[in-house]
């Protein structure tokens, strides 16, 4: 069992095999369904397309009459994938023996069953799974609960913002499979200690000094200040920042969601484990004022992401060296990686 000491003054770091074990690694990943993740938004949506996210339990979103359905991937026939890619199509044939169901997941036909005693019965129909959704955003999982409580820190600060009104920017989705562990990408993630080390344009237009982390319950939110002249938001008179210079919200919550607010939109980094040193981050873009893109802390996302995929590359090899097993925290500037820490091995 590891302990990280609630005190990060005192406490050490996660010890390297939660980067390098297998056994570790699969522990830490077959608790993610017991989490929200992000699944899409409404603007990108087709009738029916997969869901691309850590779960590795294959789902589908649907449409069908108005209503939105987050149902199995997997025939309940023979056990195919049912949808390889995203679909315009009204009902769902799985390619295999041409099973059909309806977009909400319920059986409709299947050639060749005519003789098949009690058939069909419930278990035939694909299986439902909950889906929630704010402002625009859909959000599904196995079997998590309350996500009024998990999206509740995100709505506090930026649920002013017209997000549902956002659209789906195809020519901002990236997808980049780096040599890493999923938990150090995160570690290096809720950390601007090493923005002027790594980071030298994004560190131009921040004001370092200023940055700020805060915690909460299931996740972390990193805090931009813009320096003079570069762009922030412009927030509402009720709003707790207000008449601060904000360029960047950054929330990341448990266990690799990654919504990063700028004053043109919205970028969501998701975070999938593939193996326990390789990891695919996934980027969509969701715009809400086209006149701020390429500017500010959100400008060149392109540069900081292949910093970023250096660093972590680079800590996967150090951390599977026998010179290293734990360090320690800065209490300044490493608030959000204890929190991390902390959550993960409890």
Not at 28 to 40: C, K, L, R, Y
Not at 176 to 197: C, K, M, Q, R
Not at 265 to 286: A, C, M, Q, W
Request: glycine residues 8%; aromatic residues 12%.
């Amino acid at each position: 069992m590891t302990i990280i000491d609630p005190d990060i003054h005192k406490a050490e770091t996660l010890p390297s095999r939660f980067y390098t074990e297998t056994k570790t690694f699969d522990s830490v990943t077959s608790s993610f369904g017991q989490n929200w993740h992000f699944a899409a938004h409404r603007s990108q949506l087709s009738t029916a397309q997969p869901i691309d996210n850590p779960l590795k339990e294959p789902m589908l979103l649907t449409q069908s009459e108005g209503m939105l359905h987050c149902i199995s991937n997997v025939c309940t026939h023979r056990g195919m994938l049912v949808c390889t890619e995203s679909s315009e199509a009204k009902r769902l044939q799985c390619p295999y023996h041409g099973r059909v169901f309806n977009l909400d997941g319920k059986f409709r036909s299947m050639p060749e069953f005519d003789t098949v005693e009690n058939f069909p019965t419930d278990a035939d129909h694909l299986r439902t799974f909950p889906l929630a959704e704010w402002k625009g955003l859909l959000f599904n999982t196995v079997s998590a609960d309350d996500f009024d409580s998990f999206i509740a820190e995100v709505e506090a600060r930026v649920g002013w913002l017209p997000i549902e009104a956002f659209t789906h920017d195809l020519n901002r989705h990236r997808e980049y499979t780096i040599e890493s562990n999923w938990a150090l990408y995160v570690d290096n993630y809720l950390e601007g200690f090493h923005i002027p080390f790594v980071h030298g344009g994004l560190h131009d237009v921040l004001d370092y000094d200023a940055y700020s982390t805060e915690l909460f319950d299931g996740g972390v939110l990193q805090i931009g200040i813009a320096n003079d002249g570069e762009p922030c938001f412009d927030l509402p008179e009720e709003h707790p920042d207000f008449g601060q210079n904000i360029a960047a919200y950054y929330f990341w919550l448990h266990p690799g969601l990654m919504l990063n607010f700028y004053p043109w939109g919205l970028s969501v980094n998701l975070v999938i484990p593939e193996s326990v040193d390789k990891t695919r981050i996934v980027y969509h873009g969701f715009v809400g004022d086209s006149s701020m893109l390429a500017k500010g802390a959100g400008g060149d996302l392109d540069k900081v992401e292949a910093e970023d995929q250096f660093i972590v590359e680079g800590c996967q090899k150090g951390v599977s060296s026998v010179a290293y097993e734990r360090g320690r925290y800065s209490p300044t500037k490493e608030a959000g990686v204890h929190h991390f820490h902390r959550i993960l091995t409890q």
